[in-house]
DNA sequence: ATAATAACGGATATATAATATCCGTAAATA
DNA sequence: TATTTACGGATATTATATATCCGTTATTAT
């Protein structure tokens, strides 16, 4: 099993939009340029970010995207479940039903001990991922974000800006 | 993202091995028709759990599998593992080095806090998992079940292991 | 010995999901 | 009106999961 390649993506984008300056938005087509890639499918993770209202999104010339709240009321969770979607990962397909042994289902009053145990692990990682705030991710990318790459980024915001 | 539908199978099929007697192995073919599984694929997982060296197995008729190991000392996490590999799930393309404002790589000594995140998250998930035995899956397992499919199971059990 | 059972590894086929592109439409700006 | 941009649907491509098949080897029973 492998995790959705937009869910970084999408986290990168994010904080990258938590930097901006309060009215400027970005286009999908500039959020692919700054970390190349294929623009077309960023674009489509975009829109999901948009429709679980993590960002807002605007038309038009000087259009893009910009978060809809402050980055930390932004979980990476919220980004994780927005790319990923809020399925869990551990699918129950019952098999403790069938074969030889099976008994009637009506038996079966609650999801046995296997799926709970694998849905309380799946429970720890949400919780973990949803105490990082956005704002954290960005504050350690400054941090640790070579001094240079912080200069090119800010040259590279200050032309695309206008 | 989905979780392989093996890891269900697989620790189905040690929750039934470990309420095997103690000299008894179930090969495959049993396991399969006892959950209505796939045969020959549900035998590809259990040659992986042979590789973990979480079961034994044994060539030849009377053969089979069988726990290697008390319940009590195997973990989820061990057939986990077993079944989805030992890479983890989220996978750094570190996209933080390309595009306009990419620097040399050399620059970047250790992961970002994006992935240091993802990883944590998947620590608590893999932590949780591994504190839970198949000993304490089957004890669940004993509880829970519908006495009539008990009854069922111990049944076939009999007849299959001669 | 011979036959039957069963694990094992490799090769292959099929189905599903992830990745990626394309196009038409609608909205906003200049 | 022309340009920019988001959006949704359709489609293509690639990778992974699912499933089967086969030949080999080891073991047991006859
Ligand atoms: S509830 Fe238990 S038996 Fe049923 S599908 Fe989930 S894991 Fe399998
Ligand atoms: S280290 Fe950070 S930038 Fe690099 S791939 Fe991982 S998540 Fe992306």
């Keep these: 099993m492998k995790l959705n390649e937009g869910i970084e993506w999408a986290i990168h984008c994010c904080s990258i939009l938590a930097s901006l300056p309060e009215d400027a938005a970005l286009p999908a087509r500039r ?28 038309k038009g010339p000087g259009g893009g995207y910009r978060l ?25 397909t019952e098999i403790r ?12 009053s609650k999801p046995c001990g296997i799926a709970r145990a694998m849905w309380r692990a799946e429970k720890a990682w949400r919780d973990e991922l949803a105490s990082i705030s956005l ?24 032309n695309v800006l206008k």
């Design 97 to 108: 039903r069938k074969g030889p042994s099976g008994v009637d289902p009506a038996c079966y």
């Design 135 to 158: 704002k954290e991710i960005t504050d350690i990318g400054m941090q640790e974000t070579p001094s240079l790459q912080i200069e090119k980024s800010m040259e590279w915001f200050g």
């Design 68 to 92: 809809s709240r402050p980055a930390a009321n932004i979980t990476v969770l919220d980004i994780v479940l927005a790319i990923d979607g809020t399925e869990p990962h551990f699918q129950c």
């Design 31 to 58: 959020l692919a340029e700054f970390f190349d890639l294929p623009e077309h499918y960023l674009a489509k993770h975009l829109q999901a970010l948009s429709q679980a209202g993590l960002v807002n999104s605007a």
